[in-house]
């Protein structure tokens, strides 16, 4: 038997419908450029002033010195984080892990009460985006004159104009980089050492890393990072709920949308349309290209450049404003007041965020403030269990002390725990047992402890280190044991 796939197809219409029936279906969407317009607004005011915010200081703060350093600086290589007048070594990493809690938990709080507020005011990827963009504008022109820039064929016009704008972003792009890496090495070194070529083979690696991410992301890539990248916009959805400040759309007072005269009468018109004209200036301005008409979408990064526009749209129209504005999904549904509103914030999820947040930041606070001025890691010899000096029982041990303040430090080393117990410091003040540390500095001291041979039973002995400072009187104590063989 002829398998069927094998026989003619002797109906030709039948083959002709099968042709039509066919179709390419496009496993990756494709990807259509989005010409934001410049719209000027309260909230457009407010993000340009975040703008400034955080780049005055990201920019500027490497460049603030206290006393001899830098005043935030995080010295990988010396493995010492100066953060003003604190020093911070690697033992100290539970202070980075609250600090990555209480911003995670801030993020909640935010997120609970007023929805994308970071996304859409503070996020790097929407700072740099809108520098980028205003670089844009100022070189190829308005929204419209880039769309038409772009569909123009090839010339030299059009080559100079992109040429220009590519190495302004390059150039802006890359000081972004230097600026970064000079968190981690000094950046009054690191500057004339950039000069020179001679910055090293790491710092070089780090400013041209971060310095083409932030020419991709912001001069690319875009809202494809706020929409695809970003994991935060995937699961926002579980902190919103009905009384979240989102930017919404009042569907009752828009609907049917329809364009008009501004001619026209307002009583006349709207019985029969909604306030909204269908100009689509609100997608226009949209950074991300949602059509905020359509609802809540996981796209909307809350920056209220929709809200702007509208605003603007409504004053012309002699409508009210707040077609489009910051509400919550209770409010535009039961028509409440922004009093209304507002007292529906404290709600349970919020309140829990907040106690713990307040918690944990008033326990960060505390534990910095009681925190010591150095401290003492105690490490017995590996190499050397016990050993016999003339008629005395010796144990080795080798302590870091890390000076936590910015002057020098002299440090006392006593032990206690067991009877007729000697110390001896290997490079230290012979007398008094005293070491000298520098200026934040890890100094590692070797001690021998002795006791009389056979003052104690064998086995392991608890005993306790005592280290004081004797400029400003603290005193850290570390356990540790001292072995007695049989």
Known sequence: MNDIADKPIKNKSLASKAKLSEKTISLYEVHTKIYPRSILGPLAKWRWAMVWVTQLFFYGMPWIQWGQRQALLFDLEAKRFFIYGLVFYPQDLIYLTLLLIISALS??????VAGRLWCGYACPQTVYTEIFLWIESRIEGDRAARMRLDDASMSLKKIAIKTSKHLVWLVFALWTGFTFVGYFTPIRELLPNVLHNSAGI??????????????GNA???????????????????VMFDDDTMIVTYDEARGEPRGSRSRKGSKATETKALGACIDCTFCVQVCPTGIDIRDGLQYECIGCGACADVCDTVMDKMNYPRGLIRYSTQHGIAQNWSKQQMLAHILRPRVLVYSGILSALCIAMALSLYYRDSFRVDVVRDRGVMARIEGNMLENVYRLQIMNATEAMQRYQIAATGLEG?????????EAHNIVTVKPAEVRGVVVDLEIPDGSAESGAH?????????DTNETVREKSIFLVPR
Do not use: H
Request: proline share 2%; with cysteine; aromatic share 26%.
């Open 421 to 429: 117990m000697q110390v001896d410091v290997e490079s230290g003040n």
């Open 107 to 112: 993020l909640f709080l935010f997120t609970a």
């Open 462 to 470: 608890k005993i306790f280190f005592e280290i004081k400072a004797l």
């Open 202 to 215: 790491w710092n070089t690696f780090w400013v041209l890393f971060y310095g083409f991410a932030t020419y």
């Open 219 to 237: 001069g690319f890539l875009r809202e494809q990072v706020c929409k695809y990248m970003c994991p935060y916009a995937r699961f926002q959805s």
